[in-house]
């Protein structure tokens, strides 16, 4: 049996193929959407207390648009990749194992979800310039995380199918 480390996790191919999925690999290692679904919405988790935390700090303290979306996307990141890190050190991965994990399982889930929501933001009328306080900007946001959750499940089911993105994580379940 081959027992190379498996996608840099410091899993064995061995032990990969031995850990039961529960249902969430289809036949011929397709994923299920509702694997893809749950994946999406963890990196929608993090995504979401990044960006509305910086836009909160960067409103706050009054920075322009750009310093603030590139706070927001920073910590979108920080908190996407936190969530991952904390589940994979509580089931006991070491911590340069788990930051290697999180990278592989999150960026880019993240980089799509982020690229997607802001794409829709920045293209929605007024919403660059509405305040935390108008419905505009929540619209916007919201609408952004919907339309990235639609985009971004799939490619979370074509990468957990190619044992890629968050497949990886699927030994400290």
């Known amino acids: 049996m081959d027992h190379t480390p498996h996608h840099d996790t410091g899993i064995s191919n061995a032990e990969h193929a031995g850990h039961s999925h529960g249902g969430q690999m289809a036949a011929g290692g397709a994923a299920s959407w509702g694997t893809a679904a749950q994946a999406t919405a963890h990196c929608l988790t993090g995504c979401a207390f990044g960006e509305i935390l910086g836009m909160v700090i960067g409103t706050g303290l009054r920075w322009s648009n750009v310093p603030t979306m590139v706070l927001a996307i920073a910590l979108a990141f920080v908190f996407g990749y936190s969530l ?58 919201l609408g952004g995380f919907a339309v990235a959750f639609v985009i971004t499940t799939p490619v979370n089911k074509w990468m957990i199918g190619r044992g890629k993105g968050h497949a990886v994580v699927h030994a400290y379940h």
């Open 84 to 141: 991952t890190l904390f589940a994979v050190r509580k089931a006991g991965l070491g911590l340069k194992a788990a930051i290697r994990t999180a990278l592989a399982a999150d960026t880019v889930s993240i980089a799509v979800m982020e690229l997607v929501d802001n794409v829709i933001i920045a293209l929605t009328p007024g919403a660059m310039d509405a305040h935390l306080s108008d419905g505009l900007f929540w619209g916007a946001l």
